[in-house]
């Protein structure tokens, strides 16, 4: 008799369109923590965590406790018609921890991507200019102006045509490739000199640790020169920490790690422990630029997704989960270090707290470990230009036990790839 799984699959194939694709070929009835269960009675420890979104795990107790108390007063008005206290107040907590010079602001939306769109549209209101520079390997969204800013064409820009004008890409520093501080600075330069005049420039975006590119750390040095140059042209730079932000790296944002700071953030993911929320915070000055009604959405800043994001914070703080990034990150690097010596298809292990990444040879090694990671019920995802890096995401929240077991699932995968 045909499996659970395997008639959803069929419905699933015979009801969406073939681009919304998925990893798995099981379908998740319950998750607590870092445990997924499907219908059939199988489990899987979850090292993807919802793709970064859930540092506070699946159901966090506190998390769920908030958003049933919320259901109980109101789930919408649109905060631009009939705002309430509670969004307020989450913006205030954020103002007071985003790492920004001198007074910040913050709005809310719903996705990364809306938040991307939303700081470029800040950006280009406070300079009064077009020109937008991010990176190659970049992911900011699947929206039309954050696919023209994403550095990568497959799967995300091929088939949609023509992408938005005044995007252009300069080379992030990646010591895989060669890519020195020297030569992504260059490429800037050439910008400026072959496509657009820095006058022209509004904002210089970047993740300082890149997502979907293979979780590349940019160097301090380079943003030390990001900064130099955006202050010597006017140019406003903006920070996309969507996927690098709440704890994942072992502070509270990404940018806590390098020495400036820059004049946007962008947010999401793990800011509401999986409810659909995401902010841009930054300098007051220029988050006013826009007019009355320049910034907002239907959804945007969800009354439900807010409560979730204050219990988020508070978990983040009172379970020190950043201190718990750093202890987990620790231990899964000097794992994979361990292993390295034995392993000759790894090639690289890099990353800041437990934003891990492990890069192998090839992306037929990875896929084929992700593949016998899941056989052996843990959950991993690839990323990378090339799809050759594994990546791990685990909720910060997950046991000791059953974080040594994913480790030791790991380890068993890995040594049927150990050198003859």
């Given amino acids: 008799m045909e499996g659970k799984n395997s008639q959803l699959q069929q419905r699933k194939d015979d009801a969406?369109?073939?681009?919304?694709?998925?990893?798995?070929?099981?379908?998740?009835?319950?998750?607590?923590?870092?445990?997924?269960?499907?219908?059939?009675?199988?489990?899987w420890i979850d090292f993807a965590g919802g793709i970064a979104?859930?540092?506070?795990?699946?159901?966090?107790?506190?998390?769920?406790?908030?958003?049933?108390?919320?259901?109980e007063k109101f789930t919408h008005t649109a905060f631009q018609v009939t705002p309430y206290e509670s969004y307020v107040a989450l913006a205030e907590r954020l103002n007071r921890?985003?790492?920004?010079?001198?007074?910040?602001?913050?709005?809310?939306?719903?996705?990364?991507?809306?938040?991307?769109?939303?700081?470029?549209?800040?950006?280009?209101a406070a300079t009064r200019r077009h020109g937008i520079i991010t990176f190659g390997n970049s992911f900011h969204g699947r929206t039309f102006m954050t696919m023209a800013m994403t550095?990568?064409?497959?799967?995300?820009?091929?088939?949609?045509?023509?992408?938005?004008?005044?995007?252009?890409?300069?080379r992030y520093p990646n010591s895989v490739t060669g890519i020195s501080v020297e030569d992504a600075l260059t490429s800037l330069q050439d910008i400026f000199t072959q496509d657009i005049a820095p006058q022209d420039v509004a904002a210089i975006v970047l993740e300082p640790i890149q997502g979907e590119g293979g979780f590349h750390v940019a160097p301090p040095e380079f943003f030390n020169h990001l900064r130099t140059l955006a202050d010597e042209h006017g140019i406003l730079l903006i920070a996309d920490e969507v996927q690098s932000g709440f704890a994942r790296t072992g502070k509270l944002f990404a940018m806590e790690h390098y020495a400036v700071k820059a004049d946007l953030i962008t947010m999401a993911k793990s800011l509401a422990g999986g409810m659909p929320l995401s902010a841009v915070s930054g300098r007051a000055e220029i988050m006013d630029a826009p007019g009355p009604g320049g910034l907002g959405g239907?959804?945007?800043?969800?009354?439900?997704?807010?409560?979730?994001?204050?219990?988020?914070?508070?978990?983040?703080?009172?379970?020190?989960?950043?201190?718990?990034?750093?202890?987990?990150?620790a231990q899964l690097t000097d794992f994979l270090h361990g292993i390295r010596s034995q392993c000759a298809a790894i090639t690289d292990i890099r990353g800041l707290g437990s934003m891990i990444a492990v890069e192998f040879a090839s992306a037929q090694t990875a896929q084929t470990i992700q593949q016998q990671a899941m056989a052996q019920g843990l959950l991993l995802l690839t990323c990378g230009p090339q799809g050759n890096v594994i990546r791990f995401l685990y909720p910060l929240t997950i046991p000791d036990a059953q974080f040594s077991q994913a480790l030791e699932i790991?380890?068993?995968?890995?040594?049927?790839h150990f050198d003859s």
């Fill in 16 to 43: 969406l369109p073939r681009g919304t694709g998925n990893l798995c070929q099981w379908y998740v009835e319950h998750a607590e923590n870092a445990t997924l269960r499907d219908g059939e009675g199988n489990s």
């Fill in 53 to 71: 979104v859930l540092n506070t795990g699946h159901r966090h107790p506190r998390i769920v406790q908030a958003i049933a108390e919320q259901l």
């Fill in 97 to 124: 921890v985003v790492p920004i010079a001198g007074k910040a602001k913050t709005a809310f939306f719903s996705t990364g991507a809306e938040a991307v769109e939303n700081a470029v549209k800040v950006a280009r």
């Fill in 151 to 170: 550095g990568k064409v497959a799967p995300y820009k091929r088939d949609f045509g023509p992408m938005p004008a005044s995007v252009w890409h300069a």
């Fill in 298 to 329: 239907t959804y945007a800043g969800n009354p439900l997704a807010i409560a979730s994001a204050h219990a988020v914070l508070d978990v983040i703080a009172d379970e020190k989960l950043c201190e718990r990034s750093q202890q987990l990150g």
């Fill in 410 to 416: 790991l380890g068993s995968v890995l040594s049927q």
